[in-house]
């Protein structure tokens, strides 16, 4: 059974892990930044998580916890408060951060974090709850839309050069974190079909 709750200081160090190995979904196709370096920027800004858990009115941080697993927690989400959305001038919510253990997707996991998020928003006063998908990032955007996301704005990016503009620099397939864990997710479901049932007695 998972459950969602504020996150306690004792989560912190699962909250960074899960942080740091799901950094490498979240960058664009299109740039070349190494992951090296989008983990260690990553890691600079958990150095503050330890303060935001406890400033309640500035944003929220909630984790999900598999009670069957002896109360692991297998995800997270930290809300922002306040934001302003630059047309209307009205308040809302953001989603600065979500991360789910691999071991989980495709379990709802995200889906309960993002419902809760949304609860909260809506005891804080907040009629919308923002968020940024990369686009490049499918299974996230499908994911969204299911959960019942709208797509409001589309950002637009621009490689600069001497001369004006430049082709972007584009990332290599072993980089691509977003497609490589679906590729892993494949093989790996392609391997366990593979692989002789051993429950039944018989030898391999």
Same mark, same amino acid.
């Given at each position: 059974m998972i459950e969602i709750r504020p996150a306690q200081l004792a989560d912190l160090p699962v909250i960074k892990r899960l942080t740091l190995e799901c950094a490498d979904l979240g960058i664009?196709?299109?740039r070349d930044i190494s992951n090296e370096a989008v983990r260690a920027s990553a890691e600079e800004h958990l150095a503050g998580l330890d303060r935001l858990i406890y400033r309640r009115r500035q944003a929220a941080v909630l984790v999900a916890v598999d009670h069957a697993a002896s109360d692991a927690v297998v995800g997270f989400i930290i809300? !922002?408060?306040?934001?302003?959305? !630059?047309?209307?001038? !009205?308040?809302q919510s953001f989603i600065y951060n979500l991360a789910v253990d691999s071991n989980y997707f495709g379990k709802y996991v995200g889906h309960k974090l993002v419902w809760e998020a949304a609860k909260v928003s809506y005891q804080r006063g907040f009629r919308y709850m923002t968020s940024r998908v990369t686009a490049s990032n499918e299974r996230a955007l499908l994911s969204a839309i +299911?959960?019942?996301?709208?797509?409001?704005?589309?950002?637009?990016t621009l490689a600069c050069g001497p001369e004006g503009r430049v082709p972007m620099p584009g990332r290599k397939m072993s980089e691509r974190g977003h497609a490589v864990s679906?590729?892993?997710? +494949?093989? +790996?479901?392609?391997?366990?079909?593979?692989?002789?049932?051993q429950t039944s007695g018989e030898s391999p």
């Open positions: 664009p196709a299109n809300l !922002e408060f306040d934001q302003i959305e !630059e047309t209307t001038g !009205e308040r +299911k959960l019942g996301f709208e797509i409001e704005r589309y950002q637009l679906r590729l892993l997710r +494949k093989r +790996k479901g392609q391997t366990q079909r593979d692989t002789p049932n």
